[in-house]
């Protein structure tokens, strides 16, 4: 079965068109109103699909449907040994991962939602264990906003609470959520619901500024050295851009402007320059180091900033399937 090159919003249009108008308009009912935009918009400049590259995103919708249906049924441990069976050990890890991180979303569906400033006041005061359960619900960006203006006197420890938090269950999330929000959604009712972890703080980390990371990478390798590290190798910094490879390199630096890559070399170590350089055209070396001989007095900050942009980039394009990150799980 070949794999797919659709995105995540093109596969779920594709299953929408292969379902038919009929059955389509029916499932239209139970979607919130910004998917049913989303997939109408896809559905509308959707080009034409291969008839092999449609079966490979309707096979991958059915194993999905497959994976939260034994999950739901039988749990976690039960979930992983069907689907394991059913479709191989890496594949099966894959949906089941992919199933609980859907699940998990269906829970605080409102803090979502909330500017993270509201959600900041909501929960000023409350316990770190209470904070990091609440983040672990939140976005990513909502979360990396939040950790960077709590008081420092916690911040490491929520972070690390995050990442140890593994299974929360559904009974002590109600409650929770009952005091953020009076009227609210039962949760979906399963033993366990994974909540944190280290793949989430990873990801959260990745998008507080640097300032910020250095900070928490500091305290938290004095208590727990080991934690420290296990996060930073999930993580994707810049740093890490010798990691990819040329065709990667050369895709991220199509979208960056040259000034923006030049701010960020003034303070890129030698490999991290060497690589990038390599894989640039010519032209576009020579505009970089032009830029870079004229920049003086450039604040440590104003580089940190440059860097975060090229890595946002970089994950952008993972996340579209434009780019692979080999880091971590």
Known sequence: MAESKLNSKQKAAQVVI??????????????????????????????????????????????????????????????????????????????????????????????????????????????????????????????????????????????????????????????????????????????????GGINYIAEIMNGVDRGTEKYIFDELSKTDAKLADEIRKRMFVFEDIITLDGMGIQRFLREVETREMAVALKGANPEVMRIIFENMSQRMRETVESEMEYLHNIRMRDVDEAQQKVVAIIRRLEEEGESVIRKGG
């Open 18 to 195: 292969s379902l038919g108008s009929d059955v389509a308009a029916g499932v239209y009912k139970y979607l919130q109103e910004d998917d049913i935009e989303k997939i109408t918009y896809e559905i509308a400049r959707q080009e034409t699909v291969s008839p092999n590259e449609a079966e490979a995103v309707l096979e991958e919708f059915y194993q999905l449907c497959v994976a939260q249906k034994v999950y739901l049924e039988g749990g976690v441990l039960y979930a992983k040994n069907v689907l394991e069976k059913a479709f191989g050990a890496q594949q099966g890890i894959a949906l089941l991962e992919r199933v609980t991180k859907t699940l998990k979303t269906k829970a605080f569906e409102f803090i979502r939602k909330a500017d993270y400033k509201n959600l900041m006041n909501m929960i000023v005061g409350e316990h770190p264990q209470t904070i990091a359960l609440i983040l672990s619900y939140a976005r990513a960006d909502q979360a990396s906003a939040i950790i960077a203006e709590l008081p420092k006197s916690i911040r490491v420890e929520v972070v690390e609470r995050i990442a140890r938090m593994d299974k929360t269950s559904p009974e002590i999330i109600r409650q929770v959520e009952s005091i953020l929000e009076k009227k609210f959604e039962s949760v979906v009712s399963v033993d366990l619901l994974e909540v």
